[in-house]
């Protein structure tokens, strides 16, 4: 099990950056699959990226490929969303969380495959 705490989030302009941060504690974060998702007002929850316990691979959706790079510091038990060139329809809250499974090679978009989620940190993109 793991605990985690999503930080970042704020009110940006169209075009703008923001950087998403989420601690984990526990010592089996090193081992996990990390997920990033996201909520929007009246949406369900959609995938967003993942990337592999051991950082060397990493999955997007199609809507935020070469824009968001996820990466993960698994000295700090942190990983990491870099968001740039956001647009409104980017704004929703989003929450980090980890793969239930140990030392899977393919990062998953399924989230029910995740099992620890954080609180979620919102973020907003005004037009």
């Known amino acids: 099990q793991v605990q985690l705490v999503e930080s970042g989030g704020g009110l940006v302009q169209a075009g703008g950056s923001l950087r998403l941060s989420c601690a984990a504690s526990?010592?089996?974060?090193?081992?996990?699959?990390m997920g990033w998702f996201r909520q929007a007002p009246g949406k369900e929850r959609e995938f967003v990226a993942a990337?592999?316990?051991?950082?060397?691979?990493?999955v997007y959706v199609d809507s935020v490929k070469g824009r968001f790079t996820i990466s993960r510091d698994n000295a700090k038990n942190t990983v990491y969303l870099q968001m740039n060139s956001l647009q409104p329809v980017d704004t929703a809250v989003y929450y980090c969380?980890?793969?239930?499974?140990?030392?899977?090679?393919?990062?998953?978009?399924?989230?029910?495959?995740?099992?620890?989620w954080g609180q979620g940190t919102q973020v907003t993109v005004s037009s």
């Open positions: 969380a980890a793969d239930r499974r140990r030392f899977v090679l393919t990062p998953s978009r399924d989230k029910t495959l995740y099992n620890n």
């Open positions: 526990g010592r089996t974060f090193s081992s996990l699959n």
């Open positions: 990337i592999r316990w051991s950082g060397g691979s990493t």
